[in-house]
């Protein structure tokens, strides 16, 4: 018997999605999610098909960019015998087959526009032609639609109906990237394991601390379905045997050196547009973590917030010529952030999670720093 799929996290993210999606599980509303390639959006459509009534009924997924617009209309909803060259018998779509059922859409932002018209009316009504027929069908299919596309920007270039847009997402479920996942990253790893294991008949002898630390470090372009295949490709091509970071690293850089070879024009421009965008995001939030550091040094309290149960006495300013404040001469911020920093990886005893978590910086911006001062 073939287990259900489940959502595996137990990030704040990820159980906020679950409990959104048991609560659309119970209705026939139409569903739009929004998610990264990857990211387990036909996961989701599962997961809140076999929690409705409708789960002893067919799941139907149905990928629209990968089908020829030529020939979507006809997968979707079927064709007469002699509708066109090559029809040569009646045929059942999609939307048939799926009746009082569910009909999974991905990628339902490549969907020509002219089929877009049908498939407003389907949402409407249930009801459809067969390619080549007048005769009127009604299929009780429930809908739920998915996309990697900005669908607003989508309407607003008239590449997708406006009004087709607002009735497939009654309800949005957007699905975070694996990157913002934190620990769940570790548990879907372990996860794919268990699978392999079987698979493959290998017994695995784990990760080091310092390789899941780096799974959890790693940005996962390709989301949950990159890291499913790593597992997979190390698993096998390791044998089973202990990964270390330097293993980890090996096959990261051979993938990622293989992706460079790969070169699509325009996947590299929306790969470029992705990193600045990812760049601009990530710079806003270090700038808020520079001002909050700069509103500690302006403080007269210690600098280093007694956060930690096991933090130690924190650190006292210097008394030296403290009774003559004004005759000392103005530091640069540079200097002051460095000796900030400083002191607290001395008050930490080197410990970076607890310095940064005692800065209010990330661990990220403090290795950076780090690295820029020479520390």
Not at 28 to 52: C, P, W
Not at 305 to 313: I, S, T, V
Not at 322 to 345: C, F, G, M, V, Y
Request: overall charge neutral.
């Amino acid at each position: 018997m073939k287990r259900k799929p489940e959502i595996i996290g137990q990030s704040l993210l990820i159980s906020q999605l679950k409990q959104l999606a048991l609560q659309v599980a119970e209705t026939d509303i139409t569903v739009l999610i929004i998610g990264e390639t990857g990211s387990g959006k036909e996961v989701l459509a599962r997961f809140i098909h076999n929690n409705s009534l409708r789960a002893d009924k067919s799941f139907i997924p149905v990928n629209c960019g990968a089908i020829p617009a030529g020939i979507l209309e006809s997968e979707l909803f079927g064709h007469e015998k002699g509708a066109f060259t090559g029809a040569i018998q009646s045929r059942k779509g999609y939307f048939e087959t799926a009746d009082r059922g569910t009909i999974f859409l991905d990628e339902i932002g490549e969907m020509p526009l002219e089929t877009q018209v049908k498939f407003l009316r389907v949402i409407e009504t249930g009801e459809f032609q067969r390619v080549g027929s007048s005769e009127t069908i009604y299929s009780d299919a429930r809908i739920i639609a998915a996309t990697n596309k900005n669908m607003y920007q989508a309407v607003a270039e008239k590449n997708f109906r406006e009004d087709l847009f607002y009735r497939l997402r009654s309800v949005e479920l957007q699905i975070p990237p694996l990157r913002e996942r934190g620990r769940d990253i570790l548990l879907l790893a372990e996860n794919f394991v268990h699978e392999f294991e079987q698979k493959h008949k290998i017994v695995f002898e784990g990760f080091s601390p310092d390789a899941g630390e780096m799974l959890m470090r790693y940005p996962w372009p390709g989301n949950v379905r990159e890291l499913r295949n790593l597992i997979e490709s190390l698993l096998v091509l390791e044998k089973g045997k202990y990964i270390t970071p330097e293993i980890l690293e090996k096959h990261l850089v051979q993938r990622n050196r293989y992706k460079s070879l790969v070169h699509d024009p325009a996947r590299s421009e929306k790969n470029e547009l992705q990193v600045i965008y990812s760049n601009i995001i990530q710079l806003r939030q270090e700038v808020s973590e520079i001002r909050l550091l700069l509103q500690h040094l302006v403080q007269t309290k210690p600098l280093i917030p007694l956060l930690l149960p096991d933090a130690p006495a924190a650190i006292q300013p210097s008394s030296e010529n403290s009774h003559d404040n004004e005759a000392q001469p103005l530091r640069s911020l540079d200097d002051i952030e460095k000796k900030s920093i400083t002191e607290a990886l001395e008050t930490y005893q080197g410990n970076k999670r607890k310095t940064a978590l005692a800065l209010g910086i990330t661990e990220r911006t403090l290795y950076r720093k780090l690295k820029a001062y020479g520390l």
